[in-house]
């Protein structure tokens, strides 16, 4: 391609400008701001518009706010060009957004407007590399424009894609970028889940279902064999139930009867209480008739004064009185008596005054006297004293003559006095015969014999109706006694007469009824039990029998998700190996085509540096590592113009390889400005030696200008 | 009047088709459920005296509760008709089984896994259960019918040829006195016939697999003593069908679908499609399927593309290192799939795709 003609209409500083060049060397000369820039920047967007604009660029990273016309309006140009044997003439209008971006492509000839790829992208299509390539390539900056791999790497997917038969469109990267697409669809899509991460997640998510599904069925199940179990259970204790509560029955029937049997013997009992009773009752009337009979025998003291016990004890006392006094009555009459005698006595003896017996006595004592004084001692002639004395004496008159006339003197007296007395009792006595007799018909009436008798009928009488009165209690006693045997005899009798037994009695067992109470119990807690399990089991299987999904159609679901998850793998397994299999052909397509590139810099940087260095090495990011005196060294740490020169050289191998015969045109902004004299000429002849094409060498330095001599090469001065 | 008996086998019920896709198979499943309750109709229609279901009714011993209780209204549908149930090396009666442990109803009977002799007036009955999944020992073995004038009838789940699955010799059926002997377990309907004895495999009522393809159904039979009617009756929703296509000659999608119109007889019908011959455009079987319009369509690709990898392998380029290497992969292995894809996916990928 050669470029022919620019005409600016408006881009940036430029109004109306027009630039022509020649199919060789051009060399634009202007001072900074002339808008030598602004030129380049014209071209790259002529072919390949501009960015849109975006926030986050300076004013000098925006090139679209950057180049809008100072004037104003839109930003507008046209090319003029050739290309393989045409010529074309591009047209670019730009507005503030790409958008905006109108671009229309003529024949040159014919003014025939050309709609095809050729204007949808002029640059790619003409010039055969992309805006990066553009710039990575054609377009060599002052400021080194160091080539660095970027995403969209071009140029060295096209200096492989080249190898390939010169088939431009089987694009590395490109296939690449669709297998790596397929491939991270398949695990994951911009963060995303890709679809077999997906499937296992949602296989994960099945797989707890499933647990939980079967954990629900399993719960379902043993609700149904639980149900079963119980049914089974309730029926088997129904059965008992009703035998025991047969049993019971049979029980209840038995006991029945032993309380009959023990009436039976009640009723003996009864019978021969009644008998006793009926003795006893015998006995009591009896009692009973002596007692009205005694009392109606002692009816009569009813006529019995009430006083007259005392009136009966007191003529008693009175009575006892009288005897003493008769006593002494008689006693007095004895006196009288005796008083009268003795009176008669004393007057008798009034005459006789010669006491005898003491006159004997002494003769006696005087004889005794002279006898024992004549035989024995004379002591005894003492006694005649006592003798004589006592003949003297006998003949004394007595002393007991006057005291007896005395005595009957007061003799007489006392019974002039007891006289009266014995009158007096003797009226007592009279009285006294009354009062005994009185008594004695008291007692005549009371048919007593004595007081004490009346007294003993008397307490009889009083006692009588007690006696009487408990009589009559004691027998009503009895006769309730019988009335109540009698009662309760009819009571057994009846209840005898009515009852009637089954024939199913003889079957029991004896089992005491509290036992098969017990049992009743048990079982009737236990079919509770059951029917509380039953009604559990019915609520776990009514609860479980919605609708979830069961662990068959999970089971099946997790199948699937397998089946598709294997389908993915194998897809991505296969994406996967396809990738590794173009990278591994692309590895031994590059690691054909990289000795290439390094022969051709190599070839570059001897001549460009005048065998200084005398071997490149270029790295997969395009690092430069040179060698120099047997010395490897990266190419970083040379000095600016060498580094420039390295570069320059690797730029030219890339562009002989790229484009071999091909290359479009070489833009030079102000390459060599690092460079000496000496190394700008060498690399000026080698460019001029090496390029077959156009060359357009932006300069500020006019010294430069003539760098590429002077024939052949179109100076223009901005 | 003969004795009238619905035979069916190998229901499945809730069986993982996994197979298809999620409503594919829910639909399935929702298929089988009606196929046995068209059993049970079938019952009902020829008024018989008994319904024979030989094993496999359930396909495992997780059931769902929707299907136990679908099977639980079908034959009390049928409560004037005695069932009979054995279980099958799929459904084994284990103690924890639904067919154990369910009351399906008084009309109903399941057999146990020792052979239980039922006599009815009209017949005998007799039945055997799998207690297992696997039952070597032959039920079979020196049995004989206890009443050889009376219809008998045997229930079980059987294999004339695995010995793992209750094996049965024509020996012991022609010895063992049984008239109508009501098997299941293999799913293609059969009638083996050995003396007196004839032994029925219904089949399954529904295809469960591209392995079980044609018609499915039940058996109706009438039994006088002597004589066995069995006739087989065609129950299935839906019939799974195997096609090979060969795409050779076939330039673009519509060509090949016309072809395939010609053998896709039923919409509603599941289909296996393999596509063989020589591709002569890459088929896209998502493109090929979208233009189907049937219940299920399963497409197996074994065509051979059109391309001359040789060649194109010996150019030095990206692609042709990348077929070479791809070529070199799949030689190692012929049956590598993964690498078989991936030169697809890799060719389409350095084709834009």
């Not at chain 2, 009209?122 to 020992?137: L, N, Q």
């Not at chain 2, 065609?234 to 679908?257: A, C, M, N, Q």
Request: aromatic share 8%; charged share 35%.
């Amino acid at each position: 391609m050669i470029l022919e003609k620019i005409e600016i209409e408006s881009f940036g500083k430029f109004k109306d400008f027009t630039l022509c060049f020649e199919s060789g060397i051009n060399v634009l000369y202007g001072v900074n701001e002339a808008g030598k820039s602004t030129i380049c920047a014209f071209l790259q967007a002529m072919f390949y518009d501009l960015p849109s604009s975006k926030q986050k660029y300076t004013l000098r990273e925006d090139m679209r706010k950057r180049y809008m016309p100072w004037q104003g309006g839109d930003m507008s140009g046209t090319v003029h060009f050739s290309h393989e044997g045409k010529r074309y003439i591009l047209k670019r209008r730009m507005g503030k957004t790409p958008r905006s971006t109108k671009v229309s492509l003529y024949d040159a000839e014919s003014w025939e407007e050309i709609k095809d790829e050729r204007r949808e992208n002029p640059g790619e299509y003409f010039m055969g590399v992309g805006e990066d390539g553009f710039l990575k390539t054609i377009y060599i900056s002052q400021l080194g424009a160091p080539i660095e791999r970027s995403k969209n790497d071009e140029i060295i997917e096209k200096l492989s894609n080249l190898r390939q038969s010169g088939d431009e469109d089987v694009s590395y990267q490109k296939t690449v970028d669709i297998l790596t697409k397929q491939k991270h669809s398949l695990i994951s899509v911009g963060g995303g889940a890709g679809k077999i991460i997906r499937l296992k997640e949602e296989r994960e998510l099945l797989k707890e279902k499933l647990d939980d599904a079967l954990k629900i069925e399993e719960l379902y199940k043993n609700a149904i064999i639980k149900k079963t179990e119980e049914e089974k259970k309730k029926e088997e204790l129904l059965k008992i139930h009703k035998d025991l509560t047969h049993k019971k029955a049979l029980a209840d029937e038995y006991k029945k009867y032993q309380t009959l049997k023990d009436s039976e013997k009640r009723l003996e009992t009864i019978e021969e209480e009644k008998d006793k009773a009926l003795l006893e009752l015998k006995k009591s009337d009896e009692k009973l008739e002596a007692t009205k009979s005694k009392k109606a025998e002692l009816e009569f003291l009813d006529n019995i004064e009430a006083s007259a016990p005392q009136i009966l004890s007191e003529l008693d006392a009175r009575n006892v009185i009288s005897e003493q006094k008769l006593h002494l009555i008689n006693e007095r009459k004895e006196e009288v008596k005796k008083l009268e005698e003795e009176i008669e006595k004393l007057a008798g003896e009034k005459n006789s005054r010669i006491n005898v017996v003491m006159f004997f006595i002494a003769v006696l004592i005087l004889a005794v006297g002279i006898v024992a004084s004549f035989a024995v001692s004379f002591l005894f002639a003492l006694l005649f004293i006592p003798a004589v004395l006592m003949c003297i004496f006998s003949f004394v008159p007595s002393k007991k003559s006057r005291e007896a006339q005395q005595k009957i003197a007061s003799l007489s007296l006392e019974l002039e006095r007891i006289k009266p007395g014995i009158e007096e009792e003797n009226r007592i006595l009279t009285e006294q015969k009354r009062n005994k007799e009185k008594a004695e018909d008291i007692l005549k009436r009371a048919h007593a014999l004595s007081l004490a008798d009346l007294l003993k009928k008397l307490s009889e009488r009083d006692t009588i109706d007690e006696l009487l009165s408990s009589c009559v209690k004691e027998n009503a006693f009895i006769k309730d006694h019988i009335a109540r045997l009698e009662g309760e005899s009819l009571k057994l009798k009846e209840t005898l007469d009515k009852s009637e037994f089954s024939d199913a009695i003889k079957n029991y067992s004896g089992e005491a009824i509290q036992e098969i109470d017990k049992k009743l119990t048990n079982v009737q807690d236990m079919i509770v039990v059951c029917e509380k399990n039953l009604t559990e089991a019915e609520t776990t299987l009514n609860s479980l029998s919605k609708s979830e999904k069961s662990s068959a159609e999970l089971m099946t679901e997790i199948e699937i998700i397998n089946r598709e998850t294997d389908e993915f793998q194998k897809l991505y397994d296969a994406t996967d190996k396809a990738l590794t299999m173009i990278e591994e052909s692309y590895e031994v397509l590059k690691s054909d085509f990289a000795p290439l590139l390094s022969e051709k810099v190599k070839t570059a940087t001897l001549s460009l540096t005048d065998g200084k260095y005398t071997d490149v090495r270029i790295s997969d990011d395009y690092t430069l590592k040179v060698e120099s005196d047997g010395e490897i060294t990266d190419a970083g740490f040379l000095s600016g113009g060498t580094y420039d020169i390295l570069y320059l050289s690797l730029r030219m191998g890339i562009l002989k390889i790229l484009f071999d015969d091909k290359l479009p045109f070489l833009i030079l902004d102000d390459a060599f400005l690092q460079l000496d004299d000496e190394r700008a000429k060498t690399a000026a002849t080698y460019i001029k030696k090496e390029l077959c094409g156009q060359l357009i060498y932006f300069t500020c330095h006019r010294n430069q200008t003539e760098l590429f001599g002077k024939e052949n090469v179109n100076i223009i001065n901005l | 009047m003969p004795l009238k008996v619905v035979h069916c086998a190998d229901i499945h019920l809730d069986t993982v088709f996994s197979f298809l896709s999620q409503e594919a198979a829910q639909i399935r499943r929702e298929d089988l459920r009606g196929t046995f309750g068209r059993i049970t109709e079938l019952v009902r229609e020829k008024n018989a005296d008994m319904l024979i279901i030989s094993g496999d009714l359930f396909d495992s011993g997780d059931v769902s509760r929707y299907t136990l209780n679908y099977v639980l209204k079908k034959l009390s549908d049928i409560s004037n008709t005695d069932v009979y149930i054995c279980c099958g090396n799929h459904d084994p009666k284990l103690c924890d089984s639904y067919l154990n442990i369910m009351d399906f109803g008084e009309n109903v009977h399941v057999f146990s896994d020792t052979i239980e002799w039922i006599e009815k007036e009209e017949y005998d009955i007799y039945g055997v259960s799998f207690g297992d999944s696997i039952v070597r020992d032959s039920f079979l073995t020196g049995f004989k019918v206890k009443n050889p004038d009376k219809i008998n009838i045997m229930v079980m789940h059987g294999d004339f040829t695995s010995s793992d699955y209750n094996l049965i010799t024509k020996t012991q059926m022609a010895e063992s006195g049984i008239d109508y002997l009501a098997l299941g377990h293999i799913h293609k309907h059969e009638i083996i016939k050995s003396e007196g004895c004839t032994a029925v495999y219904p089949g399954c009522p529904e295809g469960r697999g591209f392995d079980e393809t044609g018609e499915k159904g039940a058996v109706y039979a009438e039994l006088t003593k002597g004589k066995t009617e069995a006739h087989f009756i065609p129950l299935s929703k839906r019939k799974l069908h195997e096609i090979e296509i060969d795409v050779t000659g076939l330039y673009d999608y519509d060509e090949i679908s016309s072809k395939l119109s010609e053998y896709i007889a039923e919409k509603n019908d599941l289909y296996k499609i393999i596509l063989c011959g020589e591709a002569e455009f890459d088929i896209d079987k998502d493109v090929l399927k979208d233009g189907m319009d049937v219940f299920f369509v399963k497409l197996y690709d074994k065509t051979s593309p059109k391309i001359d990898w040789e060649k194109e392998s010996e150019e030095f380029t990206l692609k042709g290192l990348f077929i070479k290497k791809a070529l070199a992969e799949i030689e190692k292995d012929e049956d590598d799939e993964i690498s078989k894809m991936a030169l697809k996916i890799g060719m389409n990928a350095i084709g834009g795709r």
